[in-house]
């Protein structure tokens, strides 16, 4: 509880200072009201002892609130966010920090990464300042608060991602081609071949469709052929490893090489 212990009886409140009586005829000392809180801190924090100011909103815990009007009511100046004097050339109270956060910096960032996000075939993100609010402030940005004041809080918060489910043009793969084209022993069945490379064409205008999609979407940032959308949250953490392994696999056609003819029959 935030109410004096040690000599409640020299405290008291007048009409616009606080009293301090050190008592043996001493002549009482008075010290002038702080300018109130404005507005009224809103109780949505977990953790005691602090007060988060919003874009001017303030927050603290149940606890805090509650402690800081029983501070007002016995006389305690001490145990405030408010600080009063000068006393002796010294100010008093303000044991109670104030953390400011300006969410003006966090709608510019969202800004700057909307055009690379739509580079990566993002559709949306779920940004904290932006949702759901609660009295006014944004639930996501008062749950990441909470998060990092309460060292008993494991897991961050979650962000939310609205992926695109790429469309591609086609499979690409020529086994099944192959497999319905194969040459029998000792014979060219032309048809088959004239299959078989319209086959091999027709994959490689399907790649070269996608791989321009691709493109258009890493340059242009345009929304990709698909199916819709999915909607992930991820939660970032730091021990993951920032250095990725990355497999590229290319493919490139470099001739067509028709079956041996010795001593085959051509059809």
Known sequence: MAIL?????????????WIVSAGGGAKPLTIPFAPPLTPAPLPLLETDGIIVSIDGVLL?????????IESEVSG??????LKVGPVEGKLMGGSIPILTINTTQLALKGEERDLKNRNAGVDSVD????GELVNGIPKSLLNQINYFLNENKDTPPADVFTLW??????????DVL?????????????AKLTEFLGGVSQRLRLLREDFNAIKYVFF???????NGYTTIARVASAEEDSTHTVLFKTYDTVGLALPPVTGSTVV
């Open 5 to 17: 212990n040690n000599n409640p009886q020299q405290y008291s409140k007048g009409t616009n200072e």
């Open 60 to 68: 603290c815990s149940p606890k805090t609130l509650t402690d800081v």
């Open 76 to 81: 305690n100046f001490h145990y405030s966010p």
């Open 127 to 130: 940004y904290l300042y932006e």
């Open 165 to 174: 489910n790429w469309k591609f043009a086609g499979d690409y793969s020529v």
């Open 178 to 190: 192959v497999t319905a084209t194969k040459q029998r022993d000792n014979f060219l069945d032309r």
């Open 220 to 226: 242009n940032a345009t929304t990709p052929p698909n």
